[in-house]
């Protein structure tokens, strides 16, 4: 079970935008910026967004992150089939003073 | 750009300890405002943050792994380790070393995120 929820899957058609959603509480997400990660199979999860909306160089703007309260979001614009990956939010948790993930999220485009 | 990469022995008897380097290069581990930390991912399974070390030594671990882990940092080698005693099948898992950066954006949040990581080694429990 992990700290932040995030919906196990989402998926979209090509040139649709997306949102994936990441729930957490007053203890992480409320006072603590998020960051986001996407992961292709076997391979090493890649810094998408940090600092709730912040892209990472070489990151294309059609990813984009936002937070209020105690969630956040992941926005895809103009998907493509090279998106299709796991995504995972991850924030500080200050009840448990460690950085907690949320459970990912596998984006399919159809 | 810095990389990181894991090392250590891919498979590990239960009731043993877990031992795992990262060697970091094109960089120094001991400058900068960083954390070095490991992360793992057990197969079909998400991600979990283990623990981390800071450029003085200090540490933050997960509760989960508290009593059983150490991070440490060797910087006369540009290295970081783990150790993770008494081990069960549950550790079976792919583990990533990261660099982790810490920052106030605001005057209310504070930003830990992971922007550096190596390939990862997947480490198996068994007898």
């Known amino acids: 079970q992990s700290v932040l929820t995030q919906a196990p899957s989402a998926s979209g058609t090509p040139g649709q935008r997306v949102t994936i959603s990441c729930s957490g509480s007053?203890?992480?997400?409320?006072?603590?910026?998020v960051s986001w990660y996407q992961q292709f199979p076997g391979t090493a999860p890649k810094l998408l967004i940090y600092s709730n909306n912040q892209r990472p160089s070489g990151v294309p703007d059609r990813f984009s992150g936002s937070k209020s309260g105690t969630s956040a979001s992941l926005a895809i614009s103009g998907l493509q089939s090279e998106f299709e990956a796991d995504y995972y939010c991850a924030t500080w948790d200050d009840s448990l003073n460690a950085l907690v993930f949320g459970g990912g999220t596998k984006l399919t485009v159809l | 750009q810095v990389q990181l990469q894991e090392s250590g022995p891919r498979l590990v008897k239960p009731s043993q300890t877990l031992s795992l380097t990262c060697t970091v290069s094109?960089?120094?581990?001991?400058?900068?405002?960083?954390?070095w930390t490991w992360v793992r991912q057990p197969a079909g399974r998400g991600l979990e943050w283990i623990g981390r070390v800071y450029t003085n030594g200090g540490t933050n671990y997960n509760p989960a792994f508290k009593g059983r882990l150490t991070v440490s940092l060797d910087t006369s080698k540009n290295q970081f380790s783990l150790q993770l005693k008494s081990v069960t099948a549950a550790d079976s898992a792919v583990y990533y070393c990261a660099r982790e950066r810490g920052y106030d954006p605001t005057p209310l949040e504070y930003s830990y995120y992971l922007d550096v990581w190596g390939r990862g080694t997947t480490v198996t429990v068994s007898s």
């Open positions: 007053t203890s992480n997400i409320a006072g603590n910026a």
């Open positions: 094109r960089g120094s581990i001991s400058s900068g405002d960083y954390y």
